[in-house]
């Protein structure tokens, strides 16, 4: 299990030196068999890149017009493959149907009650153009901005690609969160319309979406129409009159043969919310033609996709995880996927194991939370399963602690599965660094190398280069297919966070180190970001929330080492007018579900009568994480304003 403390784990992952040889079986047959196949398009991408994507591009998308420009870059603005027409949608589904695979299953699907469905992609394509002619006729055409909140359905890929069919711009928020989070997403992006289900089952229960999203509606003055997937069935769904449409009616009744629509290279593909250092989320925008190359190239190389693979990505199209790794990379590469829907222990802790034995699934992508909760719930539920269909692991979310890795390695992989640890973000639109695993040695622990195309550095606090042993920021240098290209309507904001540092140079926001091997080892955030099971959220976003409660004066929020989740979240609170009592404790986290939603409720929250702060009254985090994780104080505390509130919060442990 992981470390209990911060500085435990990281001083174990940098003590790390097991190296896991890929097996032999597994190079023989991989798509990048040889170090030298690795090193030679490294080195192409690097020093040609406009050859090395040019060719790229031709061979791995379908063009309705050529593109004339492979890339002008004139930092932070990146335009990839200027000039050229191309479908993401087209390159996803109607391009397996054209080259005569239309009979291959792109998805498998299984519901949580244990409903099951199959499409092949003939089967999608039809599905996905219906669903655009429905969006069609309820007045979406290029560039407006469509709101998707809905469970792990097929429809949920389906309306995604159907957005992206006629150059809709879709925007999906993870069903977890609340409805001021989704009225908020809806504000910024002015978004038209939106799709959700009647309910979504979670663990049995069936969670009323359809209720989340009149609250959030009713706050969102420019989704003009709401279409709505039955999925849990029930008539108490509420339907408004002018504004909400059933998807069996509008949808199916369509005769699906609408064509995808030649857009240019450049065309929004989505927007995806993804907290930053401050309290709003930023609306990461991706464009159509790089981002799908992007997907695309970085599943097969990474994934090393066999035409005969069932591949399983266990994320939540909510997530950059499910666009990139459920939608975009593996249907460009006509891949075979599993879709679940629920939650993995549901009805049994064994469920995930027994969904890779019902459909020998040969690729699994998960997180290191999921790792650790299945550690957790103990290898019986592992043992009663055949899980010898696996033949490649994949991680994703946060870094996987060597204790993690080694069990997924040997329980689940059976000792013979390399372990893909992915390391990337919403904003790189793929992976960046991860094992080729035919070809890289693993560490545990460590995300290993740059992907063909990704040139990184490590930077100090002032933007020099440094010797990348002892660490720093880490930045890419160059840009890169499916890079992001904005943060919707906030042009500013996005040179402020991502390229004012270091000139010319993506900045992460992450610290990195590089060791003598060339691996890289990911050492957490440089902002006040926080990781809770694999999930992004500010920890300023979580303060407003608790402020925005008539009771708490100020809030100060930081995350601490948690065995599963990774971090926790722990909130400090000064109050007013109130018994801080366990009532009023309860409250205040079910305020901030409210006000973002479950996943960002904190776990600790401690009434203080003073917080922590600098004479230039900026609260002192750094020592509220040392309290929250009950570690000794560390550090100079020789600028605190008041002494005696950092005792009495030391007290408390
Ligand atoms: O801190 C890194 C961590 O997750 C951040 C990106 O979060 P998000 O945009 O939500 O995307 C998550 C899925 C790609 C990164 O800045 N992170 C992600 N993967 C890893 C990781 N940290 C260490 N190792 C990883 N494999």
């Excluded at 047959?29 to 406009?50: C, F, G, H, M, W």
């Excluded at 339907?239 to 064509?259: C, N, S």
């Excluded at 992007?294 to 090393?304: E, G, H, L, M």
């Amino acid at each position: 299990m992981s470390k209990s403390s911060e500085s435990g784990s990281i001083d174990h992952i940098l003590t790390e030196d097991r190296l896991f040889a890929p097996p032999a079986e597994f190079t023989d047959k991989a798509v990048i068999s040889t170090n030298e196949q690795y090193e030679k398009l490294y080195a192409e991408a690097r020093d040609n890149p406009d050859k090395f994507w040019g060719e790229q591009g031709k061979e791995h998308l379908h063009w309705f017009e050529p593109f004339d420009q492979v890339c002008k870059w004139e930092a932070p603005n990146a335009e990839w493959f200027v000039g050229g027409k191309t479908n993401a949608c087209y390159n996803c589904v109607d391009a397996h149907v054209e080259a005569g695979r239309g009979d291959k299953l792109a998805i498998i699907w299984e519901g949580e009650p244990g409903d099951t469905r199959t499409l092949t992609y003939r089967q999608l394509q039809t599905e996905v153009a219906k669903c655009a002619e429905g969006l069609v006729e309820l007045g979406v055409t290029t560039g407006d901005v469509v709101s998707i909140y809905m469970p792990m359905t097929p429809e949920l890929a389906i309306a995604m690609l159907a957005c992206a069919r006629i150059g809709a711009i879709h925007s999906v928020v993870f069903a977890g969160f609340s409805a001021e989070s989704i009225a908020d997403r809806n504000n910024d992006a002015s978004a038209k319309l939106m799709i959700t289900s009647d309910g979504l089952y979670r663990r049995g229960k069936v969670l009323p979406l359809k209720r989340t999203v009149d609250e959030a509606l009713a706050k969102s003055p420019t989704v003009k129409t709401c279409l709505v997937l039955r999925r849990t069935g029930g008539d108490d769904t509420p339907m408004q009159d002018g504004r909400d449409v059933w998807w069996h009616d509008a949808i199916d009744k369509q005769p699906g043969t609408l064509p995808a629509t030649p857009l240019d290279s450049e065309t929004p593909l989505f927007i995806l919310y993804t907290s930053g250092s401050t309290g709003k989320p930023k609306g990461i925008l991706h464009t159509t033609a790089g981002y799908n190359l992007w997907a695309k190239r970085t599943f097969q190389w990474v994934f090393d996709h066999r035409e005969d693979d069932i591949y399983w990505c266990t994320a939540d199209c909510g997530w950059i995880t499910g666009h990139s790794y459920i939608v975009y990379g593996p249907l460009a590469a006509g891949a075979t996927c599993l879709m679940y829907e629920g939650a993995p222990n549901f009805p049994a802790e064994d469920r995930f194991w027994d969904l890779v034995e019902k459909y020998k699934v040969t690729i699994l992508y998960t997180a290191p939370t999921a790792v650790r909760a299945f550690i957790k719930w103990g290898d019986e539920h592992v043992d009663k399963h055949d899980l010898s269909s696996l033949r490649l692991l994949g991680s994703v979310g946060e870094g996987i602690n060597p204790e993690a890795w080694m069990w997924y390695h040997e329980k689940i992989g059976g000792g013979k599965c390399p372990i893909v640890d992915t390391w990337w973000q919403t904003e790189t639109g793929g992976i960046m660094m991860s094992p080729l695993p035919g070809i890289t040695p693993t560490k545990p622990g460590s995300c290993t190398k740059p992907l063909p195309g990704v040139v990184p550095a490590i930077v100090d606090e002032i933007g020099n280069l440094v010797d990348s042993q002892s660490g720093g920021k880490l930045c890419i240098a160059q840009p890169w297919p499916g890079m992001l290209r904005g943060i919707y309507g906030d042009d500013k904001r996005f040179v402020e966070q991502y390229w004012a540092d270091v000139p010319g140079k993506y900045l992460t926001g992450d610290n990195a180190r590089r060791d003598q091997d060339g691996y890289y080892w990911i050492m957490g955030r440089i902002d006040d970001v926080i990781n809770v099971s694999g999930h992004r959220l500010s920890t300023i976003e979580v303060e407003s929330a608790l402020v925005s409660h008539p009771n708490v004066c100020e809030a100060a929020v930081v995350g601490r080492p948690d065995d599963l989740k990774g971090q926790a979240i722990a909130a400090f609170v000064t109050t007013t007018g109130r018994e801080c009592n366990d009532e009023f404790l309860k409250e205040l986290k079910m305020h901030v579900r409210k006000q973002i939603g479950a996943l960002a409720q904190p776990d600790d929250i401690r009434f203080t009568s003073s917080l922590p702060k600098t004479r230039s009254g900026k609260i002192m985090r750094r020592l509220l994480r040392d309290v929250a994780a009950g570690r000794e104080l560390a550090g100079d505390t020789s600028t605190l304003e008041d002494l005696a509130s950092l005792a009495k919060l030391q007290q408390k442990d």
